[in-house]
């Protein structure tokens, strides 16, 4: 059988049934690779915009020029009834704030797709025989000044995230998996490591993760993720599109196709106030007492034992890394830096502290300063210099949180 990220995400992530329902939409509509509804639209239509712009960039073109690509794109699709007016419009201005952020490497590859079979060789697009088939959003290699000054070349892929959920946990997913096992079949000996990148073009951040070939603990690692990769496919051929109730149904994009689900779900009652509003709004009420009465238990019990297992994740208290400023002013401290505040008077200075230090600023809005003065200060890009600036003014501190972990 043949697979591509989303495929096996849903696999692992949801159930076999999941898989079974994603197979039967994939026959029907070949974009099921996005969510279903007006999101979906959205996210086709923002990646074909930011396609056309990383093209335009790549061809020497202008800002202006790239943004006219993408609002042609845009205008095509809702022209061509591939998505409504107003998505469209929507995509493009998300594409057009995360041009404005985010730097294409002009050396890279975009909506790069790669299909292997069996033996990892690589096949055609629709080859019968394929194995795993995915898309770079972005995909290229580039050289990389080591701390000890020696220069490496590392194969980079880039996934564009248009969800809000985008957070450095992606990098452990198995589309990564899949990312790292296929950037290591293109690249091979050409380079000396692989690093993937996820993009949030909703947040503006971007997380990456390098992994060096010579490095021991880096090969182990490769090794343990192509293995994770290859298992959770021969355990896909082998599954019975079994639904399993629990945690994979959180996320779940089949609720309203699932029986067992539906089943389930009526003996709450939610499923049998579906339709009844005022029904609904009580039920809320009890569901949100209930839900509190629950977390305070649960909170107490696993406080003293530790996170409760249960069978496809556990509850608990986790650790969770928060970043907090080492002092109210760093914001203003890298504002300084750039020298736009050069000549500026010494009482107004004294109104800029005072007044920084009724704000209190956090992290974000530390974040939202480095961000607009990184390139002044000679970052490549925003998020490099929100990062790098980080390193002087923010301390992380690991808290013990209470959630929801899936396996
Ligand atoms: S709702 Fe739950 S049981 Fe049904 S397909 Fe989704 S994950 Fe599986």
Not at 15 to 33: G, H, N
Not at 128 to 145: M, N, Q, Y
Not at 294 to 301: N, P, Q
Request: glycine fraction near 8%; aromatic fraction near 10%; charge should be negative.
């Amino acid at each position: 059988m043949s697979y591509s990220p989303t495929s096996l995400a849903t696999f692992s992530g949801n159930c076999p049934a999941a898989l079974k329902f994603y197979a039967e939409q994939k026959e029907r509509d070949e974009d099921v690779e996005f969510a279903s509804g007006p999101f979906a639209e959205f996210g086709i239509c923002f990646h074909a915009c930011i396609h056309a712009c990383a093209l335009a960039l790549k061809k020497g073109k202008t800002s202006s020029e790239a943004h006219k690509e993408m609002e042609a794109v845009a205008l095509a699709m809702a022209a061509g009834g591939k998505c409504i007016a107003e998505n469209a419009h929507a995509a493009l201005e998300h594409a057009d704030a995360f041009m404005e952020w985010w730097e294409f490497p002009p050396e890279f590859d975009y909506e790069h797709g790669v299909a292997f079979n069996v033996a990892w060789e690589k096949a055609g697009w629709d080859d019968p025989s394929r194995r795993l088939r995915l898309i770079f959003d972005a995909v290229g290699a580039i050289k990389v000044e080591m701390e000890d000054h020696s220069e490496l070349k590392i194969a980079v892929g880039q996934d564009y995230k248009t969800g809000w959920g985008a957070s450095r946990e992606n990098l452990e997913s198995i589309q990564m998996d899949a990312y790292l096992t296929a950037l290591e079949i293109l690249f091979g000996e050409q380079v000396d490591g692989l690093r993937i990148e996820i993009v949030s073009t909703r947040h503006h951040r971007a997380w990456g993760k390098t992994y060096i070939f010579s490095d021991d603990k880096d090969r182990a690692e490769l090794n343990r993720r192509r293995a994770r990769l290859e298992f959770t496919m021969k355990a896909a051929d082998l599954s019975n599109g079994q639904p399993r109730i629990g945690f994979g149904c959180l996320l779940c994009r089949y609720t309203e196709d699932c029986l067992a689900f539906k089943a389930y779900t009526e003996h709450t009652m939610l499923g049998l106030a579906k339709g009844d509003l005022p029904k609904l709004a009580l039920q809320y009420v009890v569901l949100k007492r209930n839900f509190e009465d629950a977390e305070e238990i649960l909170k107490a019990a696993t406080k003293a034992s530790g996170p409760l297992q249960c069978e496809d994740g556990s509850i608990g208290y986790y650790p969770s890394e928060r970043g907090t400023l080492k002092d109210s002013m760093a914001p203003l401290a890298v504002w300084l830096k750039t020298g736009q505040l050069e000549g500026l008077e010494q009482i107004h200075m004294e109104s800029l502290r005072a007044f920084m230090e009724i704000m209190d600023p956090g992290k974000t809005q530390f974040d939202n300063v480095a961000k607009k003065c990184a390139k002044q200060l000679g970052f490549r890009s925003q998020s490099a210099g929100a990062a790098e600036l980080g390193k002087e003014f923010i301390e992380v501190e690991t808290s013990m949180r209470f959630g929801l972990q899936k396996k």
